[in-house]
């Protein structure tokens, strides 16, 4: 199982960014994804869920009408689009093959990217 997380960056406040996982090793399709960010001495937290099956798309509301979730199965690829950026929102973000569930922070990551918002 292999995730490799890329388009992280730093962006001013109010900014935008698009985040890519692409995986392999395993069937994409099957896996429910999430998205997970994590800053120096603190717990990881989830920032965006997608479903399987029918691509049911979910959020904390931290997020929620900020960030978009996508997928391509065609492609093994999980997408994170950002958008109105904030400082607080700074973190590594990890993909996440979900093992069960809704257990969004639970699963395979890869190595992660580094966002920073800044001005």
């Known amino acids: 199982v292999q995730l490799v997380e890329s388009g992280g960056g730093l962006v001013q406040p109010g900014g935008s960014l698009r985040l890519s996982c692409t995986a392999s090793g395993f069937t994409f399709g099957s896996y429910d994804m999430s998205w997970v960010r994590q800053v120096p001495g603190k717990g990881p937290e989830w920032v965006a869920g997608?479903?399987?099956?029918?691509?049911?798309?979910y959020y904390p509301d931290s997020v929620k009408d900020r960030f978009t979730i996508s997928r391509d199965n065609a492609k093994n690829t999980l997408y994170l689009q950002m958008n109105s950026l904030k400082p607080e929102d700074t973190g590594v973000y990890y993909c996440?093959?979900?093992?069960?569930?809704?257990?969004?922070?639970?699963?395979?990551r890869g190595q992660g990217t580094q966002v920073t918002i800044s001005s």
């Open positions: 996440v093959a979900v093992r069960v569930k809704y257990s969004w922070l639970d699963g395979r």
């Open positions: 997608i479903d399987r099956n029918d691509g049911t798309t």
